[in-house]
């Protein structure tokens, strides 16, 4: 059934090898889904002359070689640029010495050895003063809580958003990171120029007709003469070869209206039955409160009427009515309401009031269209109720009442409802029962309605169902198996549900979801195809860009009907794979890889470790689904491993995967996490210090953990909108969402729970002394103002503490102490290099013994950056790879300090921009005096004649929430 959503999070069972029933027999792979990508007009083939280099068909971003003048004005207009033609300035003089081999000796002596010189001369480091750190001033506030204990927070004054002091320090923490990252400029804008040269400019999304006989879709928003640079989208629609742009989110950003809005973002756009309007919500905050605005779509006028204060669900009924539902003081959809267009908005009708504050609404409409479905959802209880879309003067009606850890999904065929529940079981089965109005005596209780239950597709210990759709003739059930996805069709048109097929799948590491990505698309595909033997699905993989699929059920056949174009992209230079570690426990945790082929050997391992960019996410079992990351290709071109855990607290392994992740078992979720990071390092994939991690919202709770229990384990963490300081704000009523997040993190009134999270609060567990010996990785951790779900001042406390600690340790002399425990022995070197794995004994059993681990001569980089946004960063597309280029320059200069120098991998010459950036820019800065080098380092440089360069970073933590209606927030803590 559908996860509850992650209020934390925006816009992943033992192993078994043959698990029994399900895939034997009836799960064929075959080669690849769809038939391989046909060579694209745009991809490079590799040169075979000058000539071929100097065309300008092959650089995008600067002027062919053989214009000199214009390369003038190019190096004269940003003399940084000169970084971009390097790489086309090599190939020339490779192909040059290539084809001219007896002018070789007169080259490097008269022309190529006077340059080196004179570069190896001038190649002195520029010594900058670093800038002084924010100071934020320490305001302790004491209290005993529920448990008798004397409790202390010295930094919740910066809970205060209106207070001067507050505003102050964030300006000057945001103006340090800047300040730290100034002679990341170069790169950062090489970077950003990467991203932008893979961007399809005349992208268009899959189409959709409707009954009014035009076709709908969105596309780029491109000039006539394909001038790019336009943040959102347009929505389009199309008949007899016309087209008609009927919404312009451009144009609405720029307006009057929205022209000051420090962000903007078009939450939902919902056509009416009729096709005769639309209804689209605007969020300028980013707080995730939308004013909903109508539009007559034939006269292309806004009308009077306006909604303020609601969430993202509305729907329409048959009379171009609107349901939708209303947030409360804590950013909880509560209310219910119905407005008839023309009339006042005050005056609508309350339908629905949900007094339980664990409790929030959703809404949702059957494929059908026949019915409007109101979800009230806790973490793992639900109700249904639902209206038909033909009466909506009829008040809702209860088809199931909440009953405690029961939860409903639900769907209607004809006289039946379809719902999925894990009623008495973990992962899940479904069933049928008649719309209680359509019998002839209405049952009187809800035993009497159960009677009429007739089971569909039973529970399965080893096979997760993940959700369903209907179809007229057609049952489609996405499952999960020991991290597969899969798809079974079930033929309604045969007695019973035994005639079914599986979809075939070829690769071993991909994701799949019903519809598109954009909701709009989801939305007006999930009715208008239901009478049909189509079903859409999007496909995608590490190295597959999404296709949009239409399957035939009927024969069987699949058509793609849209497929992500990337600029220079060679999907055959790219594989991905899965491994697994061993957690401390022996359980098995999945670990999705991908890399460039070049990367490792003929038999698929590494013969020196790699700079590797870890992410996981591991909360409300959510799923960490592998897709195609165009941004990630400037990670895994700079020879980084990109690798994804699947560790405990997402549901990847079916739900008690995810029960094995929370509440008291939360510690699983970061011990899995260390345990994949050890792999990855013992495998020799990676070492400590070429070992980056990434995690957002909830993960980045899970950062915050990882780092304060292994520190010495990661070179660098990058966490955006982290859920770190997990005690108090579990503990504090007041702050929105709260009371709904006790069934995942548990209520720290209840003493057991309050203990387990003093073992891996990040905010609580902060270790001042290892901060003083420069022991943590580098860290930057973003943070958003207008944020509903992670509150700025999670982020903005976390790092103040941080600073605080470490100037406290460094104001008193350090003397090391015997070990306090056994346990502490977990932070002792192993002879491997890595140190003991941290065990749930080693976190609960008291402060580790900090001298024990390693101390790095210079100050590790601390920077955050608190952005004028919402949970899911900037809204507009061009303003969201700007900030992605800042974080991957932290990245890859973190990295930097703690790695060899590197020569780029060797690649076709495919697109002058992605050929990566070479020598300087990676090159690490030297300094006056060098630390003693570690074992580890000094064995790499023995092993590695040059590895390949660090370099960039992740690909936004992408957690695929698919049908999140029940619960409001798809990404949050």
């Known amino acids: 059934m559908s996860k509850t959503a992650d209020p934390y999070y925006p816009l992943d069972s033992p192993l078994s090898s043959s698990p029994s029933g399900m895939r034997r027999g009836t799960l064929k792979l075959q080669e690849k889904l769809l038939p391989s990508p046909q060579p694209r007009t745009d991809s490079l083939p590799r040169l075979t002359s000058i000539s071929d280099f100097l065309s300008p068909h092959h650089s995008t971003i600067h002027p062919p070689l053989e214009d000199l003048n214009a390369l003038d004005e190019y190096i004269q207009e940003e003399p940084s640029n000169l970084v971009q033609?390097?790489?086309?300035?090599?190939?020339?003089?490779?192909?040059?010495?290539?084809?001219?081999?007896?002018?070789?000796?007169?080259?490097?002596?008269?022309?190529?050895?006077?340059?080196?010189?004179?570069?190896?001369?001038?190649?002195?480091?520029?010594?900058?003063?670093?800038?002084?750190?924010?100071?934020?001033?320490?305001?302790?506030?004491?209290?005993?809580?529920?448990?008798?204990?004397?409790?202390?927070?010295?930094?919740?004054?910066?809970?205060?958003?209106?207070?001067?002091?507050?505003?102050?320090?964030?300006?000057?923490?945001?103006?340090?990171?800047?300040?730290?990252?100034?002679?990341?400029?170069?790169?950062?804008?090489?970077?950003?120029?990467?991203?932008?040269?893979?961007?399809?400019?005349?992208?268009?999304?899959?189409?959709?007709?409707?009954?009014?006989?035009?076709?709908?879709?969105?596309?780029?928003?491109?000039?006539?003469?394909?001038?790019?640079?336009?943040?959102?989208?347009?929505?389009?629609?199309?008949?007899?070869?016309?087209?008609?742009?009927?919404?312009?989110?451009?144009?609405?950003?720029?307006?009057?209206?929205?022209?000051?809005?420090?962000?903007?973002?078009?939450?939902?756009?919902?056509?009416?039955?009729?096709?005769?309007?639309?209804?689209?919500?605007?969020?300028?905050?980013?707080?995730?409160?939308?004013?909903?605005?109508?539009?007559d779509m034939d006269k292309k006028q806004v009308l009077d009427d306006r909604i303020e204060g609601v969430y993202e669900d509305l729907e329409f009924a048959c009379d171009n009515s609107v349901f939708y539902t209303v947030l409360d003081d804590f950013e909880r959809a509560y209310e219910l309401r119905r407005h008839k267009l023309g009339t006042d908005v005050t005056t609508d009708a309350l339908l629905y009031h949900e007094e339980d504050e664990m409790f929030f609404l959703s809404l949702t409409k059957t494929c059908n269209g026949?019915?409007?479905?109101?979800?009230?959802?806790?973490?793992?209880?639900?109700?249904?109720?639902?209206?038909?879309?033909?009466?909506?003067?009829?008040?809702?009606?209860?088809?199931?009442?909440?009953?405690?850890?029961?939860?409903?999904?639900?769907?209607?065929?004809?006289?039946?409802?379809?719902?999925?529940?894990?009623?008495?079981?973990?992962?899940?089965?479904?069933?049928?029962?008649?719309?209680?109005?359509?019998?002839?005596?209405?049952?009187?209780?809800?035993e009497e309605l159960l009677e009429f239950r007739e089971t569909v597709i039973e529970h399965r210990d080893f096979v997760l169902i993940e959700h369903f759709e209907?179809?007229?003739?057609?049952?489609?059930?996405?499952?999960?198996?020991?991290?597969?996805?899969?798809?079974?069709?079930?033929?309604?048109?045969?007695?019973?549900?035994?005639?079914?097929?599986?979809?075939?799948?070829?690769?071993?590491?991909?994701?799949?979801?019903?519809?598109?990505?954009?909701?709009?698309?989801?939305?007006?595909?999930?009715?208008?195809?239901?009478?049909?033997?189509?079903?859409?699905?999007?496909?995608?993989?590490?190295?597959?860009?999404?296709?949009?699929?239409?399957?035939?059920?009927?024969?069987?056949?699949?058509?793609?009907?849209?497929?992500?174009?990337?600029g220079g992209y060679e999907q055959t230079m790219y594989t991905s794979r899965r491994l697994f570690a061993t957690g401390v426990d022996g359980t098995a945790v999945p670990i999705s890889i991908v890399y460039r082929r070049d990367l490792l050997g003929l038999n698929q391992t590494p013969s020196q470790p790699n700079p590797c960019l870890l992410h996981a996410y591991g909360a409300y079992g959510a799923f960490v689904n592998p897709i195609f990351s165009a941004s990630r290709l400037s990670l895994l071109d700079r020879g980084f491993i990109y690798a994804a855990a699947h560790v405990r607290g997402g549901a990847d392994m079916g739900n008690g995967w995810y029960e094995e992740g929370k509440l008291t078992k939360k510690p699983n979720t970061f011990l899995d996490f260390c345990s994949a990071a050890e792999y990855l390092c013992k495998e020799g994939y990676t070492t400590p210090s070429k070992l980056s991690i990434y995690g957002r919202s909830a993960g980045g709770l899970l950062i915050g953990a990882a780092i304060n229990i292994r520190p010495d384990l990661f070179a660098a963490a990058l966490t955006e909108v982290p859920f770190v300081d997990v005690i108090n704000t579990m503990f504090d009523a007041t702050?929105?969402?709260?009371?709904?997040?006790?069934?995942?993190?548990?209520?720290?009134?209840?003493?057991?729970?309050?203990?387990?999270?003093?073992?891996?609060?990040?905010?609580?567990?902060?270790?001042?002394?290892?901060?003083?010996?420069?022991?943590?990785?580098?860290?930057?951790?973003?943070?958003?103002?207008?944020?509903?779900?992670?509150?700025?001042?999670?982020?903005?406390?976390?790092?103040?503490?941080?600073?605080?600690?470490?100037?406290?340790?460094?104001?008193?002399?350090?003397?090391?102490?015997?070990?306090?425990?056994?346990?502490?022995?977990?932070?002792?070197?192993?002879?491997?290099?890595?140190?003991?794995?941290?065990?749930?004994?080693?976190?609960?059993?008291?402060?580790?013994?900090?001298?024990?681990?390693?101390?790095?001569?210079?100050?590790?980089?601390?920077?955050?950056?608190?952005?004028?946004?919402?949970?899911?960063?900037?809204?507009?597309?061009?303003?969201?790879?700007?900030?992605?280029?800042?974080?991957?320059?932290?990245l890859i200069t973190s990295l930097n300090a703690d790695t060899a120098t590197s020569a780029s991998i060797p690649s076709p010459i495919r697109h002058s921009i992605d050929e990566g950036v070479q020598d300087r820019t990676n090159k690490p800065k030297k300094s006056k005096k060098r630390g003693k080098e570690d074992v580890e380092e000094k064995e790499y440089r023995r092993r590695a004649k040059g590895d390949r360069g660090p370099s960039n970073i992740f690909q936004v933590g992408f957690v695929l929430r698919l049908h999140s209606q029940n619960h409001p927030h798809s990404s949050s803590k």
Not at 763 to 789: C, E, F, S, W
Request: proline share 7%.
């Open 735 to 890: 702050i929105p969402w709260t009371a709904f997040e006790y069934e995942e993190w548990g209520n720290p009134n209840d003493r057991e729970i309050y203990d387990v999270m003093k073992t891996y609060c990040p905010y609580t567990k902060i270790r001042g002394q290892a901060l003083a010996r420069n022991a943590y990785p580098h860290l930057l951790v973003v943070g958003g103002m207008n944020d509903p779900r992670v509150a700025f001042f999670e982020p903005l406390k976390f790092v103040a503490k941080m600073r605080g600690e470490r100037r406290r340790y460094l104001s008193k002399p350090v003397r090391p102490s015997p070990l306090a425990h056994d346990d502490s022995a977990a932070d002792t070197p192993t002879s491997s290099g890595l140190r003991k794995a941290p065990t749930l004994a080693t976190m609960a059993g008291g402060t580790p013994n900090d001298t024990l681990l390693p101390s790095h001569p210079t100050p590790r980089s601390l920077l955050l950056r608190i952005e004028d946004a919402g949970h899911g960063g900037s809204s507009g597309q061009y303003s969201f790879l700007e900030n992605l280029a800042f974080e991957y320059a932290f």
């Open 370 to 446: 026949k019915y409007i479905l109101l979800n009230s959802s806790a973490q793992i209880t639900s109700e249904t109720r639902y209206i038909s879309t033909e009466k909506p003067d009829d008040p809702p009606s209860l088809l199931f009442p909440r009953r405690e850890n029961i939860q409903y999904t639900c769907e209607n065929h004809g006289r039946y409802f379809y719902i999925l529940t894990n009623e008495d079981s973990k992962n899940n089965w479904l069933f049928r029962m008649p719309i209680p109005s359509t019998l002839s005596k209405p049952p009187s209780t809800d």
């Open 470 to 566: 209907v179809r007229r003739n057609h049952l489609i059930v996405f499952e999960r198996s020991n991290c597969l996805q899969n798809v079974r069709i079930v033929d309604l048109s045969y007695d019973g549900f035994n005639t079914y097929h599986y979809i075939s799948f070829g690769e071993m590491v991909y994701s799949l979801w019903p519809g598109t990505v954009r909701e709009e698309e989801r939305a007006l595909a999930k009715t208008s195809l239901f009478d049909t033997n189509i079903l859409r699905f999007t496909y995608t993989s590490f190295i597959q860009p999404k296709q949009v699929v239409d399957y035939n059920m009927d024969d069987r056949t699949m058509t793609v009907v849209y497929e992500e174009h990337i």
């Open 85 to 295: 033609i390097i790489p086309a300035l090599t190939h020339f003089l490779e192909q040059y010495c290539l084809d001219k081999p007896e002018t070789c000796g007169e080259l490097w002596t008269g022309k190529l050895k006077p340059l080196l010189m004179d570069l190896q001369a001038n190649d002195q480091p520029i010594e900058r003063p670093r800038p002084p750190s924010p100071v934020c001033e320490r305001k302790p506030e004491k209290w005993i809580n529920v448990h008798g204990e004397e409790w202390e927070d010295d930094y919740a004054w910066l809970k205060d958003r209106e207070n001067p002091d507050v505003l102050k320090y964030i300006e000057d923490e945001n103006e340090y990171a800047s300040k730290m990252l100034e002679d990341t400029k170069p790169l950062q804008k090489l970077l950003y120029k990467e991203f932008v040269s893979r961007i399809d400019e005349s992208e268009q999304s899959a189409t959709v007709t409707l009954q009014d006989g035009w076709t709908y879709y969105t596309r780029k928003a491109c000039t006539s003469l394909m001038v790019a640079g336009q943040e959102y989208r347009l929505h389009c629609r199309s008949k007899d070869g016309k087209e008609d742009v009927y919404l312009d989110e451009n144009v609405i950003a720029n307006s009057k209206e929205f022209e000051e809005a420090s962000y903007f973002r078009v939450g939902f756009l919902k056509h009416s039955p009729n096709c005769k309007l639309i209804a689209y919500g605007i969020d300028s905050s980013g707080n995730e409160r939308y004013t909903t605005y109508f539009m």
